[in-house]
C-alpha cells in the first residue's frame, strides 16, 4: 500500500515543478490496452520562466519528456512496461500527424526517462545502457532509436544541481537531500510546494501506518521540519496581525518599522499586541521597539 503513497508523492510532485514550464499529463492514458504514463510533459512553445532553477530535472524538461518514477527499483519487466508505452505514445503521435498532414520530420518525440533509486549492472548491460562523456554519472541512454534513459537516483551526484532528483530517492539518498531542502531559503523557488508534498506524505504514511523501517524513519525525520514550518506559519500570521493593528491605531507605519516588528520573535510579537492598546503615535511603537528590538 505504502508504495502506492510514495507513487503518487512522484507524480505530485514531478507535476508540480514542471507546470510552470509546460503542459503535464498526469497518469495519462495511452492507445492499445489500458496503460498509464506517469507523467507525459510538453515544454511551452515559448519558454518565459529559468528552467534551469530545477537543475538536472530542468535539464531532462527542455523537450517533450515522459517521466516514470519508481519508488523501488525498476525490473526489467517494469523498464519494458515503460518502453511499451513510450512507443505507444510514437505511434500515437505519428497517427495524428498523418491526420493533420505533418510531415514526420516535425514530430517531436517525447524522451523517456525511467526514475529508478538503483539499478544493477545486469539490468543496465540488458538494456545496453551507456553513459555519455557530456552527462552526469547514474544517467544511462538506451539505443538511440528508443528515446530512453534510466536515471539511477542513488548514483546521481549530490550537488545542488541533483537535488530536485535525489529528492525522489530512498533511505539516506533522500533523507540527506531532505536536509539538503530544508537548509534552502523558504523563499526560494519549489521550496515551499516540495515541503508540502513532504509533509503530505508523511501525513498519509501515518495514515496508513506504515510499519516499514524506512517509512518510519522518513515520517521521524519530516516531523520535527513540519512543526518548524507551522510554528514560521504561527508567527507570520501574528506579524501580519499586528501590522494591521498597528495600521489601525496610529496610521500607515513605514517599511523599516515593519522589518523590524517581522524580525520580532513570537513572544514578543504577543507583549507588542497588548502594548500597542495603548499606542497614539509612532513615536511610541519606536519607543517600545528601542526597548525590545534585539539585534
Not at 496503460?35 to 530535472?57: M, S
Not at 496610521?251 to 523590524?260: F, R
Request: charged letters at 25%; proline letters at 5%; glycine letters at 4%.
Amino acid at each position: 500500500m505504502t508504495r502506492f503513497i510514495h507513487d503518487q508523492f512522484a507524480k505530485d510532485y514531478l507535476e508540480e515543478l514542471l507546470k510552470p514550464y509546460g503542459e503535464v499529463q498526469a497518469a495519462s492514458q495511452v492507445a492499445g490496452e489500458i496503460r498509464e504514463i506517469d507523467v507525459l510533459f510538453t515544454p511551452f512553445p515559448h519558454q518565459t520562466t529559468n528552467v534551469e532553477l530545477l537543475g538536472l530535472l530542468g535539464k531532462l524538461a527542455t523537450t517533450p519528456a515522459i517521466f516514470e518514477p519508481f519508488r523501488n527499483p525498476a525490473s526489467t519487466e517494469e523498464i519494458c512496461d515503460c518502453l511499451l508505452k513510450s512507443l505507444e505514445v510514437r505511434g500515437a503521435l505519428r497517427r495524428a500527424a498523418k491526420r493533420e498532414q505533418t510531415t514526420s520530420a516535425k514530430i517531436e518525440i517525447p524522451k523517456l526517462w525511467i526514475l529508478t533509486p538503483t539499478a544493477s549492472r545486469n539490468i543496465i548491460s540488458g538494456f545496453s545502457g551507456t553513459t555519455q562523456t557530456d552527462s552526469l554519472p547514474g544517467i544511462y541512454y538506451l539505443a538511440k532509436s528508443l528515446h530512453a534513459a534510466i536515471v539511477v537516483i542513488h548514483q546521481l551526484p549530490q550537488t545542488q544541481e541533483t537535488l530536485w532528483l535525489r529528492l525522489l530517492g530512498r533511505g539516506t539518498v533522500q533523507k540527506r537531500a531532505i536536509d539538503e531542502l530544508a537548509a534552502l531559503p523558504l523563499n526560494q523557488p519549489y521550496v515551499k510546494i516540495t515541503l508540502e508534498l513532504l509533509y503530505n506524505l508523511q501525513k498519509n504514511l501515518k495514515i496508513n501506518q506504515s510499519s516499514q523501517t524506512e517509512d518510519q524513519e522518513l515520517i521521524m525525520r519530516l516531523a520535527p521540519l513540519y512543526q518548524q514550518d507551522r510554528e514560521l506559519a504561527k508567527q507570520e500570521g501574528e506579524q501580519r496581525l499586528i501590522i494591521r493593528l498597528l495600521n489601525r491605531r496610529i496610521g500607515e507605519i513605514d517599511s523599516s518599522l515593519i522589518q523590524k516588528v517581522q524580525e520580532l520573535p513570537v513572544e514578543k510579537l504577543e507583549e507588542l499586541g497588548e502594548a500597542l492598546l495603548d499606542f497614539t503615535s509612532v513615536t511610541d511603537l519606536e519607543t517600545w521597539l528601542e526597548h525590545n528590538f534585539i539585534n
